[in-house]
């Protein structure tokens, strides 16, 4: 896995497939507490069709940060990543919390970003009740590490029947989720906090929205994400059926299938 080094952290990603005329270049983006393996067998269907560029974002998976984090300042990361490996013009898809660094990238896109597939996210900012639970988990993983996070998120990461019906999918999800770095989780859940609220960029982005969305996502309601694609300008909605909040893991094929299309429809317009 190359890696690269930014100004305060080292960037280690995949970086599949090769760039084809009237394809843009495709960049997945992970959530928390997770890192590029959720979006892997996404990336394996997708290589032969674009260049695939997958990070672990600065402090997750093998990537380090040195000090803090902001989803704004982890938006710059990708920015400066993608800049220096000359993969524009892209598009970004971004899962959950890579969701809302996607948007905190569009809110400053320049030509080179083409569109945005938001993946089981939302644009909105977190209402007190939502800071409120930040706050405890952040006590959670500061007196018991990231096991008991694991504990208790990983129950409504994926759909009711995963445990009975895609054994191997929680084992996975379950290990890439241990091994996020304690330290990792606290800065996270500190900038998911803190973070902006993106919904009146929805309106004002003038590049293609997909909005792609588990309908069993127990912990982002389709109502909202149907509500986030209403929101666009040129926004439309996918729903993927037998998945929740991890649908890149649950149903790849069917996610690298929309996001396929969508390329296709962007490659051919621009
Ligand atoms: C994620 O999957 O990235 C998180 O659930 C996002 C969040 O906690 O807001």
């Known amino acids: 896995m190359p890696s690269l080094a930014l100004d305060r952290s080292t960037v280690h990603y995949e970086d599949l497939g090769e760039s084809r005329a009237g394809m843009p270049a495709l960049v997945l ?7 590029g393996r959720v979006w ?4 394996d269907q997708l290589k032969s069709k674009t260049r695939v560029i997958v990070p672990d974002l600065p402090g ?17 990361d990708v920015e400066t990543l993608v800049a220096r490996l ?6 970004l898809a971004g899962l959950s919390m890579g969701g809302y660094i996607a948007l905190a990238l569009g809110r400053k896109s320049g030509a080179m970003l083409r569109g945005l597939v938001l993946t089981n996210t939302k644009s909105g900012a977190d209402d007190e009740a939502g800071k409120a639970k930040r706050n405890s988990m952040i006590e959670i993983v500061k007196a018991r590490g990231t096991p008991a996070i694991v504990d208790l998120m990983l129950p409504n990461m994926l759909e009711p029947d995963a445990a009975k019906d895609k054994s191997d999918v929680v084992s996975q999800l379950k290990s890439i989720m241990l091994d996020c770095p304690q330290r ?5 859940l500190t900038a998911m906090r803190d973070r ?12 293609p929205v ?7 996502d ?5 109502s909202s994400a149907r509500k986030m694609s209403e929101q666009t300008r040129n926004g439309s909605f996918v729903g993927i059926e037998h998945a929740g909040h991890l649908s890149t893991m649950e149903q790849p094929q069917a996610v690298a299938d929309v996001i396929t299309k969508f390329l296709e429809e962007i490659g051919a317009t621009s």
Request: charge should be negative.
């Open 29 to 35: 983006l992970h959530g928390f507490p997770l890192d």
């Open 40 to 43: 892997m067998s996404v990336a």
């Open 86 to 91: 000359r993969a524009g013009p892209f598009v």
């Open 184 to 188: 990792t989780i606290e800065i996270a």
């Open 218 to 222: 127990a912990i982002m309601p389709e």
């Open 60 to 76: 997750f998976g093998r990537s380090s940060v040195s000090g803090s984090f902001s989803i704004e300042s982890l938006a710059d």
């Open 196 to 207: 902006a609220d993106y919904t009146e960029l929805l309106v004002k982005l003038d590049i």
């Open 210 to 216: 997909l909005v792609v969305h588990g309908t069993a």
